[in-house]
């Protein structure tokens, strides 16, 4: 009974609009009211789920993210892509994966990322006849890449939702591979589609132009070496990494840059503080439902039934990447992560796969759900600056599923592309 | 029928874990089954602070903690926690059976709990990635993560070292890239927490050998019948000594593991780490209550 | 850019940019401890043990100020496909029905929190030598702004203003932030240009 009014509150209220931290605190209050427990335990998690240091990592890279994009960082990394692979058939969509990638490397957030590239790159890609549902879908897949690149806030939930005894750092680097091995599916993937549709391609500029914006760029592409030397070389942990990006980010929007004014300034600041409440508050509530899910011993009472499913991996896996893809595709990632980590890893784990390689499985699971609707945060983004429907992005975005899809079986179940990085570094 | 739910930071099978699991059992068999305990390990329920809190407002009956997080809210818990207090496991054991004990478990009772037990945690001791410690002077500049206790940030200070806050999550890999050097506690969490692997210096200055406390909401205590109330303490008497066995199996065995995966264990100095804490008594033993609870530990022989 | 809705209470409209002012300070300073926290530990060898704790706190503060704003600013994430696809009266029904959630949970912010302000007055945070009662005051701080946005919603909606179709006009919430970005950087772009 406690379960069905956890689980159908719950549903009840998501289906009727209810913001989601809210849905997830009510129906935590009102199964404890039921349980006759002391309701104060509702918001003692509420308050002690959001007051965790690692959590800190999620302001900061959003604010480190407004601030390069309203700074001129993210501009210039456009540029200094649009040289480099705009050539290639399809010109402009490589641009945008490669920018994308470049960002990604600097940027935890692929709501950002979406809307930074696509803000740019989207109406370049219209004025020279590429179709609008084409520069939306790449826009939307390759903000996915931010995700898996260092530094990526998500994999840092994932290491709080895991008890915090995953290190960061490891989670970190392997995510690289992957990133990496999204980057390239996509590109293969965006040429293919251009050719058939016969978009064009850009000049080559010439390797000394290709230099000249690569030193231009160059003071807001240092911040990945910055943020993943300094974390590897002990100077700040991973954590702190993302405050030395907001500090990095004021010095070159300010003083190289000289683009960020006060007024920027303010509204980077506030727009930060808006998004980081929104994401924060759902983190505090669903630390409440997850409080509950365990005093219920949801957890443990699946991990038994999947036990009895099968005694093979491999199904275990797929199985896991369903429930996950179906997950994301109804849930936003945040939550979601918090909410399933605790229920899923100790699955996996009784399988004997590493933690650091499932976080990457499961970030990709969710994060390709950030692109489905109905709850889909990138591609609403994507497609509200390319100013079309979620539907019409829709009809085209299968080739670009298909190789997100490939990616994570391949993830999924070649342990080492996750891995290998991480232990070079031991 | 009533199941008790209890909290336990550390996972299933330590021997904390087993302690309350034990009292469980004996409570079931001698309550003919109307009372038995669902022990919650791993922090599934919380943090200790936050787990304190459910047992004192009476969301879980039961919880098993450190005693230094009750610093802040049960001041006599300060004297166990002091460095050096205990000259040897038997001194604590001496200590915290008797009358001593006894006043601390009383304070406990205005912030609505009553201690059933005080389990074993062993000594803790400094272990670094850089070098051995051998004296007080071996200390000076090195970077340790400490328990969030102004105690024990406090006590590295006199020891010439600096304390750095970071969660306990983050300190395996940050001993590892050499944000910090080393990190302190007892063989068993050294071992499973593998800061073993990323500093292999373990230096046994033994500065604190603080036992963990087995604590119960009062009122669930109070409601229950006197007969019933007196088969709760006895059987959680009963666990001190299975927790007390399986405490002492578990360090040598996790000491031994440590050896093994490359661990050097050397002895220190003792007396100079004695002398360097009275900073740490000045600061922290102001209230005469203390002092005279200071004076009645050393007075146990 | 996501803005206050146009209808409300002049009062509280200044009550809300004021606690978005507040958390921005907030986020900067944070910046600042965090920022001083590595610069103690690595620079001086010396590391300051409240900064850590003093951090979370700040940040506790300006979540609950922040998540507040957002209750009025209609800015949190919500499963909106359904009200969509209603027609206007039940569509009205339902906010009410969300916002009334709203309402209680900030109801409950501000009892329970002030319960474990209560439970936790007379303990003492290790590092900041504070009162733990302390933890819990920004949420009842927040619950307090949750409660009189919602139901400043409630109360214009029965007193017949139409605010659900202002809430209509403005842009979906996971998308308004980001989407005050792309302007900047369009604008960025083109300034680049002209420069060459
Ligand atoms: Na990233
Ligand atoms: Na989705």
Redesign the interface.
């Known amino acids: 009974m406690e379960l069905w009014i956890l689980f159908g509150s719950f549903t009840l209220l998501m289906l009727i609009g209810t913001p989601v931290a809210f849905c997830l605190g009510i129906a935590s209050f009102a199964t404890v009211v039921y349980m006759g427990l002391p309701p104060l335990v509702v918001f003692q998690r509420l308050n002690s789920g959001m007051s965790v240091f690692s959590l800190l990592a999620i302001p900061f890279f959003i604010y480190a993210g407004d601030l390069m994009v309203r700074g001129g960082i993210a501009s210039r990394i456009v540029a200094f892509a649009a040289s480099l692979v705009g050539h290639v058939r399809g010109g402009l969509g490589q641009v945008n994966i490669v920018t994308a990638t470049l960002f990604g490397g600097i940027s935890g957030s692929a709501v950002a990322e979406a809307a930074a590239v696509g803000g740019l790159m989207i109406p370049q890609m219209k004025a020279r006849g590429y179709g609008t549902d084409y520069a939306v879908n790449v826009t939307s897949m390759s903000a996915l890449i931010a995700l898996l690149l260092p530094p990526s806030h998500n994999m840092i939930i994932y290491s709080i939702s895991a008890g915090g005894k995953i290190s960061i750092a490891d989670l970190f680097t392997a995510g690289i591979l992957p990133g990496i091995l999204l980057a390239a599916s996509l590109m293969v993937t965006a040429y293919f589609v251009a050719r058939k549709r016969g978009y064009p391609t850009e000049p080559f500029p010439g390797f000394l132009m290709v230099a000249h914006l690569l030193a231009v760029a160059l003071p807001g592409l240092l911040l990945i070496a910055i943020i993943f030397g300094g974390v590897r070389s002990g100077i700040f942990t991973a954590t702190e990494s993302s405050c030395i990006a907001v500090i990095y980010a004021l010095l070159v929007t300010i003083f190289v840059y000289r683009q960020l004014n006060w007024s920027d300034f303010v509204h980077a600041t506030m727009g930060a503080v808006r998004t980081t409440a929104m994401v924060l508050l759902i983190i505090g509530t669903a630390a409440a439902f997850s409080w509950l899910m365990a005093f219920l011993k949801v957890p443990t009472s699946l991990v038994a039934w999947m036990n009895t499913l099968s005694e093979n991996p491999i199904v275990i896996l797929l199985l896991l990447n369903v429930i996950m893809l179906l997950l994301g595709t109804f849930m936003d990632m945040g939550p979601t992560i918090i909410i399933t980590t605790p229920i899923f890893l100790p699955i996996a784990q009784s399988y004997g796969i590493d933690p650091v390689h499932f976080g990457v499985i499961m970030i990709l699971n969710y994060g390709i759900g950030l692109n489905t609707p109905p709850v889909g945060a990138v591609q609403f983004v994507a497609c509200a600056v390319g100013k079309i429907t979620v539907w019409q992005a829709m009809r085209s975005i299968w080739p670009f599923y298909g190789a997100g899809i490939m990616v994570l079986l391949l993830v999924t179940y070649v342990p080492a592309i996750s891995l290998w990085l991480p232990s070079v570094f031991k | 029928q009533t199941v008790l739910?209890s909290s336990d930071t550390h996972p299933d099978g330590y021997p904390t874990v087993e302690g309350v699991k034990y009292f469980g059992e004996l409570l079931k068999e001698r309550t003919q089954g109307r009372y038995s305990v669902d022990v919650?390990h791993?922090?599934?329920?919380?943090?200790e602070?936050?787990t304190i809190?459910?047992v004192?407002?009476?969301?879980i009956e039961l919880n098993r903690v450190s005693m230094a997080p009750f610093?802040?809210?049960v001041k006599e818990t300060i004297v166990p926690a002091l460095p050096y207090i205990f000259t040897s496991e038997d001194h604590m054991h001496k200590v915290m059976d008797g009358a001593v004990g006894d006043q601390i478990k009383a304070a406990f009772e205005p912030?609505g709990l009553v201690v059933l037990a005080f389990y074993d945690a062993g000594s803790r001791s400094f272990y670094n990635s850089k070098k051995p410690i051998k004296t007080v002077a071996d200390m000076a500049?090195l970077?340790f993560r400490v328990i969030?206790?102004?105690i024990f940030?406090d006590m590295t200070a006199a020891l010439g070292a600096?304390?750095?806050?970071?969660?306990?999550?983050?300190v395996?890999?940050?001993i590892?890239?050499?944000?910090i050097d080393g990190a302190e506690n007892n063989f068993p969490s050294y071992d499973t927490?593998k800061h073993v692997e990323v500093a292999k210096y373990y230096s046994l200055d033994e500065h604190t050998i603080l036992p963990e406390v087995f604590v119960m909401n009062k009122a669930a205590f109070d409601a229950l019948t006197p007969e019933d109330q007196e088969i709760f303490k006895q059987a959680a008497k009963d666990s001190v000594a299975k927790q007390r066995e399986l405490w002492a199996a578990k360090t040598t065995e996790s000491r031994a593991n440590a050896e093994k995966l490359g661990s050097q264990i050397n002895d220190v100095e003792k007396q100079g780490f004695i002398d360097a804490m009275k900073p740490v008594y000045d600061k922290h033993v102001k209230d005469p209550v203390l002092q005279k609870l200071v004076e009645d530990v050393r007075a146990v022989k | 850019m996501s803005t206050q809705p146009p209808l409300g209470v002049p009062i509280l409209s200044r009550v809300n940019t004021t606690a978005l002012y507040l958390a921005s300070i907030g986020l900067v300073v944070m910046t600042a401890i965090v920022a001083w926290q590595v610069f103690c530990r690595y620079i001086l060898n010396d590391s300051p043990s409240w900064t850590e704790p003093g951090a979370v706190m700040l940040m506790s503060w300006f979540i609950f100020l922040g998540a507040a704003v957002g209750v009025r600013e209609n800015n949190h994430m919500g499963f909106d496909v359904l009200l969509y696809v209603m027609p206007h009266w039940a569509k009205k029904w339902l906010r009410m029905i969300s916002d009334i959630v709203i309402l209680a949970f900030g109801i409950g912010m501000v009892w329970y929190g002030s319960k474990l302000v209560g439970l936790t007055w007379n303990t003492t945070l290790p590092a900041l030598g504070i009162s733990g009662g302390w933890d819990y005051l920004p949420v009842v701080g927040g619950g307090i702004l949750v409660m009189l946005f919602s139901l400043e919603r409630i109360v214009l909606r029965v007193s017949g203003a139409p605010i659900d179709d202002a809430l209509d006009e403005m842009v979906a919430p996971e998308i308004a932030v980001e989407l005050e970005n792309v302007s900047a950087v369009r604008e960025d772009a083109a300034e680049q240009a002209r420069k060459g």
């Open positions: 739910k919650y791993s922090a599934q329920l919380g943090e602070k936050d809190e459910q004192r407002s009476g969301v610093n802040g809210t912030v500049g970077k969030q206790s102004d940030v600096n304390a750095t806050p970071m969660p306990y999550g983050e395996y890999s940050s590892e890239t050499g944000v927490a």
